[in-house]
């Protein structure tokens, strides 16, 4: 009752100022009408507002999927305010060209990957564009050199690329080496060589002696790419390789010779980076003994980067503990999958600064396990007992190519040649051509080291 006679009597004032004023009743009526149309207007926003909710989508923009597989969406994180909340994705689905689920050829393709999200009272849609390249497989192959000596040679096929990295252990081993490799090189032209340091077991398959034909005598090679320094010049080796070396440039054998200092500063046509298959690069990682002296050859090692989707494969040479710091400081490393085992598993390289980074799932090294050739200190032959500690923190995914024997011919196959092969970017296998046993099960390791505790 109060309320209608207030009105009533609010309506009989309205009346009086309206004849006395007109124009003035006037503006107060638009007055009025404006701020009831605000008053509406914000209530409306209030009803209808939603709750502060932002999301944003972290993961690669870019991705490669491996030659005639389905298409997965991977590594892509939905966050709300810094939380992640990919699990309130419900749905996620591929838009644009259909060949991307099933990619046959080389080409690129790029789509759209929708994300629903149904979050609090929020559920909408995020979307976002993503290149899609082929990704072809890799198979990395740690050889047996074919003697007692510890040495180095990695044969790599990516896609159809050809990379051998080191022809050790001496001269006789361009052979065996030659023999794997004419298993998958069909057209006898190296695609890609890397000859990390200056140093006989890494180096002196690749010269030629009168009855057994070297690394380059028997490839044509397109790029070269070797250390940068070595305190070995006019040693008869470094000369040796230099010389057949610089004999293949100026024949043509040998299309591209770069250092890897050349690969850095990206001087005199080299590149940092080279494509070397569909999806698979090849990184020539910086360190600063390329261009500093150092008074150990081994740290002058080229070190090299493979990557293949989101897959990392480091190789390190013979490089040491100042090197590897080097390595840590210059580049900015990821997790690798693959590691190959720095000085074929000396306590002297394989240090935390490094693998601290890098926390290598498997770990393949290259020696002659248990060998005296470099050392009488037992703890010390590669794979040294303190390497193990460093690296058994990270994995026990660990193979050894070759162990020493006391008869005389002084070696036999431990796990034999080691093919680590990965066709997708993320899933691989790891065999060995005499078996695929860890280290840390093998009778070797069993009677002369021990598996850290921690
Ligand atoms: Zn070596």
Redesign the pocket.
Known sequence: MAKKSTTSKLLKQGKKMAKKNPKGFLVVIIVLIVLAAIAAAGFLAFRNARPNVSFTLIGPKETSIALNSTYKERGTKAMYNGKDVTERVVTTYYLGDAKVNAITTEEEATFTVKYKLDFQKYSGELERKVKVTALEAIDINFLELGNKY???STFIKAGSTDILIDA?SRQSSASTIASFVDTYCEDGILEYVIATHA?Q??IEGFTSTNTNPGIFDRYKIDTLIDFALSNNEGKALHTKYCEKRDAKVASGDIAHHYTAADCIAGTNGAKKTYEIAAGITMEILDQKFYREKSSDE?DYSVCAMFTQGDNHYLFTG?LEEKGEASLVELNNLPQVELFKGG??GSYTANTDTLLNVIKPKTVCICCCAGSDEYTKNPDNMFPAQLAVNRIGKWTDKVYVTTVATDDEKGYKSMNGNIKFRCDDGINYVVTGSNNSTILKDTEWFKNNRTWPSN
Do not use: A, L, P
């Open positions: 510890t040495g180095d050790g140093h077991d890494h081994n013979d000085h074929h």
